[in-house]
């Protein structure tokens, strides 16, 4: 398998249906006053200095920045996999903070969906068995409609029975991104979900994403370093040093390309 740092000519994204307008929208996660703080005192380092931010439901947001910026730390944070120094992160009108282990255990289990760079699938359990696990830990049954839609989608029907070692990476993301979306969650967040795969796997993948957006409502919030990617999403948030400092809605490739080009100014 072939790794590439940047995606090179995938399709172009499908064009969306008209935006609902911004009143009519309903926020599926949101940051306030967010501060991450590592150390102490002057020697403390704020990968997060009080970043404000609210991703709306049925969007695909785009989490851009350099090396250092906070990009992964905001994801994480709002996800739930970490917790903030100061301020507040909530998954729709629920405080994180607010939730003990157990409830915010629970809530990351049925809200939630999580795709990232490393596949991380069960070595020993088939495709459907992966796709499914997340059900199954919950003890709720599969939505069989729903399981064959995601599945047919993402191109995986003659599949199911591989494990996978028998899986190329790309379709090992698939079974991933499926995973991600078998338990309708409210959000999911995709951490670099194209960061190991060649370029033709990398487009499939974000092409399948735009359409979980447009076709199922999903909402959608990934970060990653690469404009193409970017291209994808309605838009794009770009952090530097702990801080958002700029938003593009309904970007391309190249327009991105020259934000990020600025950050090196």
Same mark, same amino acid.
């Given at each position: 398998m072939s790794r590439t740092d940047t995606l090179q000519h995938p399709a172009a994204p499908a064009t969306p249906p008209p935006a609902a307008p911004q009143q009519l929208r309903s926020i599926a996660a949101s940051a306030t006053d967010a501060v991450k703080a590592y150390g @102490? =005192?002057?020697?403390?380092?704020?990968? /997060?200095?009080? %970043?404000?931010?609210?991703? +709306? @439901?049925? @969007?695909? $947001?785009?989490?851009?920045?350099?090396? =250092?910026?906070?990009?992964?730390? !905001?994801?994480? $944070? %709002?996800?739930?996999?970490? $917790? /903030?120094? #100061?301020? #507040?992160? #909530?998954?729709? *009108?629920? +405080? !994180? #903070?607010? !939730?003990?282990?157990?409830e915010l255990t629970r809530l990351r289990r049925d809200r939630i969906g999580f795709i990232f760079q490393a596949f991380n699938l069960v070595p020993t359990l088939t495709a459907e068995e992966n796709i499914l696990l997340? /059900?199954?830990?919950?003890?709720?049954?599969?939505?069989?409609?729903?399981?064959?839609?995601?599945?047919?989608?993402?191109?995986l029907g003659s599949r199911l029975g591989h494990r996978p070692a028998e899986l190329s990476g790309g379709q090992q993301q698939r079974v991933a991104v499926?995973?991600? /979306?078998?338990?309708?969650? +409210?959000?999911?967040?995709? *951490?670099?979900?194209?960061?190991?795969l060649d370029s033709r796997s990398g487009s499939e993948i974000l092409a399948f994403l735009r359409n979980a957006v447009h076709q199922l409502g999903? $909402?959608? %919030?990934?970060?990653?370093?690469?404009?193409?990617?970017?291209?994808?999403?309605? @838009?794009? %948030?770009? !952090?530097?040093?702990?801080h958002i400092v700029d938003e593009m809605s309904d970007p391309t490739s190249d327009r991105v390309l020259d934000r990020m080009k600025r950050f090196g100014r």
């Open positions: @102490r =005192g002057d020697a403390a380092v704020h990968a /997060l200095d009080g %970043v404000t931010v609210a991703f +709306e @439901r049925g @969007r695909f $947001t785009a989490i851009m920045g350099p090396s =250092g910026s906070g990009k992964s730390t !905001l994801m994480q $944070t %709002v996800a739930g996999l970490d $917790t /903030l120094t #100061s301020g #507040s992160v #909530s998954i729709g *009108d629920v +405080e !994180l #903070s607010t !939730l003990s282990d157990k997340p /059900l199954d830990l919950a003890g709720r049954k599969p939505d069989r409609e729903w399981f064959e839609s995601i599945v047919d989608t993402v191109g499926a995973r991600a /979306l078998v338990s309708r969650p +409210e959000i999911v967040f995709g *951490d670099e979900p194209t960061g190991n999903q $909402t959608v %919030v990934m970060v990653t370093h690469d404009p193409v990617a970017a291209a994808y999403a309605d @838009r794009v %948030v770009f !952090l530097a040093d702990g």
